[in-house]
């Protein structure tokens, strides 16, 4: 019965080897049956999570659902987030209600974005069994400490954090600007401390957002008098921020810059083909110029060659080697990159169910987490209880 294309029935065959076998099927049929499925559909082992993880340090790192996701997330936190999955108690947070700060006239695209960096997750190798994937929206102790937050920063304070800023020039807000995104650092805060992490995966420009968590905390704490809530440590890549294809200043889901981790073969070699390079450089015979090229910025993040990177680099600066050349070696790194991951994520796409348990099972961890810690900061805090 369970034999064929059914793998699906995987939940019943365990559910059935832990309560007894409970029909005409042996045992050792079942067992060899049970080592086919884990095999042969390795990424779709049920998500249960080791007991070993319980005193690992803890991450708490995400990404806003405003699309899906690009290579700068793969050089800029993703890659870190494999890494770390063995050695570190992990939570990607699905950021659906930071995504609507600056998207409420579209709440469309942040719903359907969900499923879309879910997959992606997936898809690169983010294991459900050793990382936990939960659902912002669903965590109402998120929302609560936040607003108790907002009153351990002020507004100045808000409008001085450099990403804030960067992002409200960015997105052209002028003064118009949602106060949900304004606030959205103490928001971030929530999120990091909610989980108690202590360690946070992020790109460069996240940097500040970590800072103005810990000034949060200590504040907390100090007013508390006992140390409720611990501090975080950002973990910054090399790489740092991965500019778009356009040449500005970042790679980002809004920005439509991005070469996505699903992007088809001929999307890569178009987008690899209009990257800027160095307007000066018109004959293979001219000098090159390496800062601000970005291919060569591209190379830096992705090429596992930097001895013959570093090589190619000198041939550019001293004249002789054509743009295409470096383009094509930049496309066979970013086509052999990304091929597996679409392929994955095409198989993953086909059952919705699947993802759909995985963000369940995880936000229902994420949930009794969280309201833990809600309770913790209301109690140091001293706020009347019933
Ligand atoms: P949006 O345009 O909606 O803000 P985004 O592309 O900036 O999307 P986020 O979800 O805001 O992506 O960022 C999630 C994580 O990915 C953050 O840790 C961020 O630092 C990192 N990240 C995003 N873009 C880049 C990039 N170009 N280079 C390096 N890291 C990046
Ligand atoms: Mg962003």
């Not at 998500?47 to 806003?64: V, W, Y």
């Not at 606030?183 to 946070?200: G, N, R």
């Not at 936000?363 to 987490?369: D, N, S």
């Amino acid at each position: 019965m369970f034999y064929g294309k059914h793998y699906d029935h995987r939940n019943e065959l365990v559910a059935g080897l832990l309560t007894g076998w409970p029909d005409d099927q042996t045992y050792s049929e079942a067992a060899a049956w049970a080592a086919f499925c884990f095999q042969s559909f390795p990424m779709r082992r049920l998500p249960f999570r080791e007991k070993t993880q319980m005193n690992r340090p803890t991450i708490l790192t995400g990404d806003r659902t405003t699309g899906p996701l690009h290579i700068g997330h793969y050089a800029g936190s993703l890659a870190n987030r494999l890494r770390y999955q063995d050695s570190h108690e992990q939570f990607l947070l699905l950021a659906d209600t930071q995504a609507l700060t600056d998207n409420a006239h579209d709440p469309d695209k942040v719903r359907r974005s969900v499923v879309e960096v879910a997959l992606d997750y997936l898809a690169v190798g983010i294991d459900p069994c050793r990382t936990t994937i939960c659902l912002q929206s669903h965590l109402p102790a998120l929302a609560e400490l936040s607003m108790l937050y907002l009153n351990f920063v002020t507004v100045a304070r808000l409008e001085r954090n450099p990403t804030i800023k960067d992002e409200i020039r960015l997105r052209g807000f002028g003064r118009d600007i949602p106060a949900g995104f304004l606030c959205y650092p103490a928001a971030q805060a929530a999120d990091i401390t909610a989980f108690k992490a202590t360690v946070v995966p992020v790109g460069e420009d996240q940097a500040p957002l970590i800072e103005q968590t810990n000034e949060i905390v200590r504040r907390i704490n100090a007013i508390s008098g006992c140390s409720a809530l611990p501090e975080a440590r950002a973990i910054i890549p090399k790489a740092g921020r991965l500019p778009g294809i356009d040449g500005k200043a970042k790679m980002s889901k809004s920005g439509g810059n991005a070469i996505t981790l699903s992007a088809s073969s001929e999307e890569i070699r178009n987008a690899v083909r209009a990257m800027f390079t160095d307007p000066n450089h018109l004959r293979v015979e001219d000098p090159g110029c390496i800062e601000g090229n970005v291919v060569f910025t591209y190379l830096d993040a992705f090429d596992q060659d930097q001895d013959g990177l570093a090589e190619l680099k000198a041939q550019y600066q001293r004249g002789g080697l054509g743009d295409s050349k470096i383009k094509a070696r930049l496309e066979a790194i970013l086509q052999e990159l990304i091929a597996p991951i679409r392929e994955r994520r095409a198989q993953l796409s086909d059952d919705r169910g699947y993802i759909l348990n995985v963000i369940k099972e995880g936000t229902e961890r994420a949930r009794e987490r969280t309201e833990s810690t809600r309770r913790d900061v209301v109690s140091a805090l001293g706020l009347f209880r019933l």
